[in-house]
C-alpha cells in the first residue's frame, strides 16, 4: 500500500495557444477588405498581411490583447484560418473583446472549414464536454479524427484515449492504439500518448499483451518531455525492476523529478522512503510534509500514510481524531487500505465513538475489495 502503482488517467481538458503559423484560407480567390487591400492570396499572406499577423503577435505576447484582435480581425474576415482560430479563443476567453460564446464557436467552425487542425482539436473538446454547444461525443470523437487526418498529434491523442478506453464510445483497442501509436510518433509528438502507451504496456492493457521493454520505451520518451505520470511510473519499473535490472536509486531520481512538478503519488512514495530511511535517509519531518502534499493531491494512499503519521505521532504530536478523519475519507473513496484502518478504529473507539456495526460493515467493504482485515487487533497495535 506504500508504494502505489497509479494509472494514468487523462481527461478531455486542453489548453490552446494563440497561433501566428501560416495557413491556408478557405478559397483561393483574393479577398479584399476595403479598409485593409488585400492581405490573402492564392492561399497565402500577402507581405502586409504577415505584417499585420506578426505584429499581432507580438501585441499578443505582451499581453495587448484587444490590439492583437485588431491586427487579426481583417485577416481572419479575409480568410486566414490561424487568425481565424485565434478570434475563436479570444472570444471563448475574453482576451481583449468581450467573451461572446457563439461569435467564439463561428470563427473556430470557419477555420475548422479551412482545414485547421486546432480547430478541430478544440470543436471536439466543445462537444466531448457539451461547452457551448451539445454534448455530443460521437461528434467529438469524428472532429479529432478529422484532425488527426491532418496530421495533429493532440488530436489523434484524444481520438486514440477514446477509442481505446471506450469513453462515451463504443471501444476500438486496435483503431484506439493505432491513433496513439501515430500521435507519440508524429513530427511533433503528444507527450500524453507517448505517456498512456507506456501505461498501456506496463500493465497489459485491455486486450494488449505487457510488454516491459516497449512500456519502458514509451516512458522515456514522456518523460524526457516532463511528463510527470510517466516519470513516476519509470520510477516504478526502475524500483521494482521491470523490464531491467532494479535500480533504486534511479527510482528516487525519476519520483524526484516528478515531485517537483507535484506529482501525488510521486510524492507519497518519496514520503515512504524518508519515513522508513532505507532508501533516503530517515526524516520523518520530510515524510509528514510529502505525505500533506500526496493527500493535498488526491493521492489516497497519502491520505492514509498521513492519517498513520498523525495516529502515531510521528514528525509531530498525536492527532488521533484527526488520522481517522483521514481513514474515514480514504474510506468513503473506496480505498481498501483505508476502510480496513477505519473499520479498527470504530471497532476499538480510537479516535472515534466505538461502533461495532459501522466497523463490521466497512471491513466488510474492504474484505469485498480482497483486502485483508481483520479488526481483532486495535490500530494502535496494528500500526507499530
Not at 511533433?188 to 506496463?202: C, D, K, N
Not at 511510473?233 to 515531485?259: C, I, N, S, T
Not at 510521528?314 to 477505519?342: F, W
Request: overall charge positive; glycine content about 10%.
Amino acid at each position: 500500500m506504500n508504494i502505489a502503482l497509479r494509472p494514468l488517467l487523462a481527461s478531455v481538458a486542453v489548453a490552446f495557444f494563440l497561433s501566428g503559423c501560416a495557413s491556408t484560407p478557405g478559397t483561393d480567390a483574393a479577398k479584399a477588405t476595403p479598409q485593409y487591400g488585400v492581405l490573402v492570396q492564392n492561399g497565402k499572406l500577402t507581405e502586409e498581411g504577415e505584417l499585420r499577423r506578426d505584429l499581432g503577435l507580438e501585441h499578443s505576447t505582451a499581453g495587448r490583447h484587444a490590439a492583437a484582435y485588431a491586427q487579426w480581425l481583417p485577416l481572419a474576415e479575409q480568410g486566414h484560418s490561424a487568425s481565424q482560430f485565434n478570434l475563436g479563443l479570444m472570444l471563448r476567453d475574453g482576451l481583449g473583446v468581450p467573451a461572446d460564446a457563439a461569435k467564439s464557436l463561428e470563427w473556430t467552425r470557419k477555420a475548422a472549414a479551412a482545414n485547421y487542425p486546432d480547430a478541430y482539436l478544440a470543436l471536439g473538446v466543445r462537444h466531448a464536454n457539451g461547452t457551448g454547444v451539445t454534448k455530443d461525443p460521437a461528434e467529438a470523437l469524428r472532429l479529432w479524427r478529422q484532425g488527426a487526418a491532418l496530421g495533429d498529434a493532440n488530436s489523434a491523442f484524444y481520438a486514440g484515449q477514446a477509442l481505446f478506453f471506450g469513453l462515451d464510445v463504443p471501444r476500438d483497442g486496435p483503431g484506439g492504439l493505432k491513433l496513439l501509436l501515430l500521435a507519440a510518433q508524429a513530427d511533433t509528438p503528444s507527450v500524453r500518448a507517448q505517456s498512456i502507451l507506456g501505461m498501456i504496456y506496463l500493465t497489459g492493457e485491455d486486450g494488449v499483451a505487457r510488454d516491459y521493454a516497449k512500456a519502458r520505451q514509451w516512458l522515456s520518451l514522456a518523460a524526457a518531455g516532463e511528463e510527470s505520470q510517466a516519470q513516476h511510473h519509470l520510477g516504478v519499473m526502475y524500483q521494482f525492476g521491470r523490464g531491467g535490472p532494479a535500480d533504486v536509486r534511479k527510482a528516487v531520481a525519476w519520483y524526484e523529478r516528478a515531485a517537483r512538478q507535484g506529482n501525488p503519488a510521486s510524492l507519497n512514495n518519496l514520503a515512504t522512503f524518508y519515513k522508513n530511511g532505507k532508501v533516503l535517509p530517515k526524516d520523518v519531518k520530510k515524510a509528514r510534509e510529502y505525505f500533506e502534499r500526496a493527500h493535498e493531491g488526491g493521492n489516497l494512499d497519502g491520505t492514509v500514510n498521513l492519517g498513520d503519521m498523525l495516529f502515531l505521532g510521528r514528525g509531530a504530536e498525536a492527532e488521533r481524531d484527526k488520522a481517522v478523519a483521514l481513514y474515514k475519507q480514504a474510506a468513503e473513496a473506496a480505498h481498501p487500505p483505508g476502510q480496513c484502518r477505519y473499520a479498527r478504529a470504530l471497532r476499538h473507539g480510537e479516535g472515534v465513538a466505538a461502533s461495532a456495526a459501522d466497523a463490521a460493515l466497512w471491513a466488510g467493504k474492504a474484505k469485498a475489495a480482497k483486502q485483508a482485515c481483520d479488526t481483532r487487533l486495535p490500530l494502535a497495535t496494528f500500526l507499530k
